[in-house]
């Protein structure tokens, strides 16, 4: 069955480090995204893109980049990761012109 | 200002009882509009989906658009404890593209 997957599950760094997490589909879909989702503030996008090389930055993009090389795998990279980034961040990803978009199951990250 | 605005609860019920959920938003472009539910520690699951204004029944939920007045709704019927998990609006203006969502509204229906 086709799913999207997202790698560590859980991840503990320290400030400073780079971070870099997996997501991965293989639904075949050219639409990706990665959100992050805190206490107050719901979910928020984070980059997204429509297609290979394409890469765009949503509302909170500061700290972060994605780089999309393949139509399965969008590694979302923390530059140097910082307290203010806990949280935890989901993968999702959509056909062309749909608006169902499909949830990974999140990566819990903390920043100490 | 935030563009969607849903207020985060918490909210408890009865089982059994009908649940109202709401949003408001402020961009009058929107016009796809989603339900997502969450479990806790899941991702997100599209529960319901309109198009424009109207009306939308599914089982025990209806989920209900009011462009004039930038007010979306969903209604579950026969609230059961399964239906416990954050509830979360969603819309956007074009076909395919991002998804605004609300804070998410925390239900529990207690048996």
């Known amino acids: 069955d086709a799913e999207i997957t997202q790698s560590p599950r859980h991840k503990i760094t320290e400030t400073g480090r780079q971070v870099t997490l997996a997501c991965h589909q293989t639904?075949?879909?050219?639409?990706m995204f990665w959100y992050r989702q805190d206490l107050g503030h719901g979910l928020r996008l984070i980059h997204y893109?429509?297609?290979?090389?394409?890469?765009n930055k949503g509302e909170v993009s500061d700290g972060y980049s994605v780089s999309r090389s393949n139509t399965e795998d969008l590694p979302l990279t923390l530059e140097s990761a910082a307290s203010s980034q806990t949280s935890v961040y989901f993968c999702?990803?959509?056909?062309?012109?749909?608006?169902?978009?499909?949830f990974g199951p999140g990566t819990r990250l903390t920043v100490l | 200002q935030k563009e969607v605005e849903q207020d985060p609860g918490p909210l408890s019920v009865p089982e059994g009882a009908i649940v109202s959920l709401n949003c408001t938003y402020s961009?009058?472009?929107?016009?796809?509009f989603m339900w997502y539910r969450q479990y806790s520690r899941k991702g997100p699951e599209l529960l319901m989906y309109?198009?424009?204004?109207g009306n939308k029944e599914d089982g025990r939920f209806t989920a209900q658009v009011d462009k004039s007045s930038k007010y979306i709704s969903l209604f579950i019927r026969d609230s059961q404890p399964s239906d416990s998990a954050t509830y979360l609006c969603?819309?956007?203006?074009?076909?395919?593209?991002?998804?605004?969502f609300g804070e998410g509204t925390q239900l529990t229906v207690n048996p």
């Open positions: 999702a990803s959509s056909r062309d012109l749909g608006n169902e978009q499909f």
């Open positions: 639904w075949n879909h050219n639409n």
């Open positions: 893109s429509y297609g290979v090389q394409d890469t």
């Open positions: 961009n009058s472009a929107f016009q796809y």
């Open positions: 309109t198009y424009s204004s």
């Open positions: 969603a819309m956007t203006a074009t076909s395919g593209s991002r998804l605004t």
